[in-house]
């Protein structure tokens, strides 16, 4: 099969397109013939050597999430036949035409969503889902602030905040993300270009404070959130593309009985996987197939152009999910 290979840790050059031997499954798995899969933020910094894939995933070959038809059943496997449409996360390896995935991590495709936006889909969604509702416990007329809101991170997590009756507002670093997640049902959004600037821009918002921040971005962003959050606020960090570390003014915290989580989906177990999966086709896969949520694409690129997906991310520029199809 051809698949998209790390050949070293590097720029986007370091990229090729090889054919490999293709994935065996195992007795509780499937075999997923992919037709299109995210870019994340995790196959660039696995890229550049920063982010090694999990145990029992492919080293070099990229790619959390897909969307694709069941092309193989394990032997143990119960409630899927070949042909099936299917989508979910992965460890890795989903850069390439045919992946391996436990079966209990997959969910189903709604009838009416296409591959592109399919593929655009897993991460986002269950990322989202899981920090907001499952973790933080967001409730109907909360307030929750989304940084880095015009990420597929972002925006699904503004479609989530709705449909659950909560109120989403977010920040970005350009003007023109603000304006286009609106239709998605950002209550209010700003752009911020230095951290010290989010108290007093967002502090109308949300006079008492946020109840949830949902932090995508990490650095000089966490403790600059803490300051704009509600007693007993929930702040989610998912993150890091602004820094790995940062100070804290602990009063702040404790004062108001804050709780900090930090949460990661790659990393967890092949239960936790299906459990957060799980989660996310109860809830949301009804408003995909009522149109109610929607996947926003970017951009969608062949896998033989894998080295230019990963330069429009990292421009920054996209709004949503770059897309890659085998």
């Known amino acids: 099969m051809r698949a998209v290979v790390i050949t070293r840790p590097g720029g986007p050059e370091v990229l090729e ?36 894939a999990p145990p029992g995933s492919p080293a070099d070959i990229p790619g959390l999430e897909y969307a694709g038809e069941v092309a193989g059943v394990g032997r143990q496997v119960r409630g899927f036949s070949i042909g099936d449409r299917v989508f979910g996360i992965a ?4 850069h390439a035409e045919l992946l391996s995935v436990p079966a209990r991590t997959a969910a189903r495709v709604p009838s009416s969503v296409s591959w592109e936006d399919a ?16 973790q933080a416990h967001l409730s109907r007329n909360e307030r929750v602030l989304i940084h880095a809101v015009g990420s597929g991170v972002g ?14 507002y977010g920040t970005s670093r350009t003007p023109d993300k603000i304006e286009r997640a609106t239709p998605f049902g950002l209550e209010r959004g700003a752009a911020i270009g230095d951290p010290s600037e989010l108290a007093p821009v967002t502090h109308e918002w949300a006079p008492n404070g946020f109840d949830v921040v949902l932090d995508l971005v990490g ?4 403790p600059a959130s803490i300051a704009t959050m509600a007693t007993r606020g929930r702040l989610m960090l998912v993150g890091l593309v602004a820094g790995a570390t940062a100070t804290f003014d602990l009063r702040r915290i404790l004062s108001r009985r804050l709780t900090v ?19 996310f086709a109860r809830d949301l896969l009804q ?7 929607r996947a926003v694409v970017d951009r969608v690129f062949p896998l033989t152009a894998i080295a230019d997906a990963h330069r429009r991310m990292e421009s920054n520029e ?6 890659v199809l085998p």
């Open 318 to 323: 996209s709004f949503g999910k770059v897309v």
């Open 17 to 52: 397109i090889r054919d490999v031997d293709p994935p065996q499954p195992g007795a509780e798995d499937l075999l997923v013939r992919v037709h299109a899969s995210g870019l994340n933020r995790a196959d660039i910094h696995q890229r550049k050597g920063g982010y090694p």
């Open 119 to 134: 593929g655009a889909i897993p991460e986002a969604f269950i990322t989202a889902h899981d920090a907001l509702v499952t």
């Open 155 to 168: 925006l699904a997590a503004v479609q989530v905040a709705r449909a659950i009756g909560a109120i989403p």
């Open 91 to 94: 460890g890795g390896g989903a």
């Open 287 to 293: 408003g995909f197939e009522s149109g109610a949520l």
């Open 219 to 222: 650095g000089a962003y966490t």
């Open 261 to 279: 989580i930090g949460t990661v989906l790659r990393a967890r177990s092949v239960d936790e996987k299906a459990a957060t999966t799980n989660a």
